[in-house]
């Protein structure tokens, strides 16, 4: 990695609003190609604060393989977003070429109608079934840390949300005891084609972190959790979006102003150019 481009990737890195106001400036390929040079991750933390019609035009410019990488580091909302605003080719093909662990939760919410609970909801989060002992749940929890969601959600065998617990009864519960009876049951829940307006007036909302998405048998597909619930009500409440620069603030200018000059100075040197790997 050149010098010019290390630094915009660091820049872009450490402010990635400011990074998705300076790229959505620019022609759809050669911000495309910037994004194909980064890291996934980088460019992941980028792209989910770009505007997604800009995001998912560079995700259709990129080799599919790069796509694939950078949508697989993506939050699960935001990628089934920007898919959803790609052509129905370009986001089959980028599906195709993801680790079928990735490409499953996300076929899954691509079922369901875009602003409904089921398109945001996150299928990957946590579960246990009701008869497990709590000693095999701590030691699966430990394995699995990174799918909880506030809480663990309580299954029957048949799939059926029967309760919930959350980490802090769980580590307390005798270890030998089995999840019923550490378990809770007065959590709501919300139906997945419960459009995004309903979803922010849920009363539960007012006792919960998250909630679980329940088809009409009561069979857990996932959980929706706070995080997005902000989300949803600052899209209701946001104004016109800010001018780059916004974050970084006057002691960064220096930064901001290198930052800029060599991500520009890389997209100028190489528009135009082929690459390796592109379609």
Same mark, same amino acid.
């Given at each position: 990695m050149n010098s010019d481009l290390l630094i915009s990737s660091q820049f872009i890195d450490a402010h @990635? &609003?400011? +990074?998705?106001g300076i790229l959505e400036q620019l022609p759809i390929e050669d911000t495309a190609a910037f994004l194909e040079e980064v890291s996934p991750r980088v460019a992941a933390g980028v792209m989910e604060r770009m505007d997604s019609m800009t995001a998912a035009k560079c995700l259709g410019r990129m080799g599919v393989n790069r796509a694939a990488?950078? &949508?697989?580091? #993506?939050?699960? =909302?935001?990628?089934?977003l920007l898919l959803r605003r790609s052509?129905?080719?370009t986001g089959q093909v980028i599906l195709e070429a993801m680790p079928r662990d990735l490409a499953e939760p996300l076929r899954s919410v691509l079922d369901f109608p875009e602003g409904t609970a089921g398109s945001l909801m996150d299928p990957? &989060?946590?579960?246990?079934? =009701?008869?497990s002992y709590v000693k095999e749940a701590v030691k699966q929890l430990r394995k699995r840390p990174h799918h909880l969601i506030y809480?663990?959600?309580?299954l029957n065998r048949? /799939?059926?949300?029967?309760?919930? $617990?959350?980490?802090? *009864?769980?580590? %307390? +519960?005798?270890?030998?005891?089995?999840?019923?009876?550490? !378990? /809770?049951?007065? !959590?709501?829940? #919300?139906? @997945?084609?419960?459009?995004?307006?309903?979803? #922010? &007036?849920?009363?539960?909302?007012?006792?919960?972190?998250? #909630?679980?998405? %329940?088809? =009409?048998?009561?069979?857990f597909l996932g959980a929706l959790g706070y995080q997005t619930l902000r989300r949803l009500q600052h899209e209701e409440?946001?104004?016109?979006?800010? *001018?780059?620069?916004? *974050? +970084?603030? $006057?002691?960064?200018? *220096? %930064?901001?102003?290198?930052?800029?000059a060599g991500l520009l100075k890389w997209v100028a040197s190489t528009a135009g150019s082929p690459r390796e790997g592109g379609r």
């Amino acid at each position: 990695m050149n010098s010019d481009l290390l630094i915009s990737s660091q820049f872009i890195d450490a402010h @990635p &609003v400011d +990074a998705a106001g300076i790229l959505e400036q620019l022609p759809i390929e050669d911000t495309a190609a910037f994004l194909e040079e980064v890291s996934p991750r980088v460019a992941a933390g980028v792209m989910e604060r770009m505007d997604s019609m800009t995001a998912a035009k560079c995700l259709g410019r990129m080799g599919v393989n790069r796509a694939a990488g950078i &949508v697989g580091s #993506l939050r699960l =909302e935001i990628a089934s977003l920007l898919l959803r605003r790609s052509d129905d080719r370009t986001g089959q093909v980028i599906l195709e070429a993801m680790p079928r662990d990735l490409a499953e939760p996300l076929r899954s919410v691509l079922d369901f109608p875009e602003g409904t609970a089921g398109s945001l909801m996150d299928p990957r &989060v946590f579960t246990l079934f =009701e008869d497990s002992y709590v000693k095999e749940a701590v030691k699966q929890l430990r394995k699995r840390p990174h799918h909880l969601i506030y809480y663990v959600y309580v299954l029957n065998r048949d /799939q059926v949300f029967t309760g919930y $617990t959350d980490l802090r *009864e769980l580590m %307390l +519960a005798d270890p030998n005891l089995r999840i019923s009876s550490a !378990m /809770q049951t007065d !959590m709501g829940h #919300l139906s @997945p084609r419960l459009h995004r307006t309903a979803i #922010l &007036v849920h009363p539960d909302w007012h006792r919960f972190h998250a #909630l679980p998405v %329940l088809n =009409e048998k009561g069979v857990f597909l996932g959980a929706l959790g706070y995080q997005t619930l902000r989300r949803l009500q600052h899209e209701e409440n946001r104004g016109p979006k800010g *001018e780059p620069g916004t *974050e +970084a603030g $006057t002691a960064l200018a *220096e %930064l901001y102003r290198i930052g800029v000059a060599g991500l520009l100075k890389w997209v100028a040197s190489t528009a135009g150019s082929p690459r390796e790997g592109g379609r």
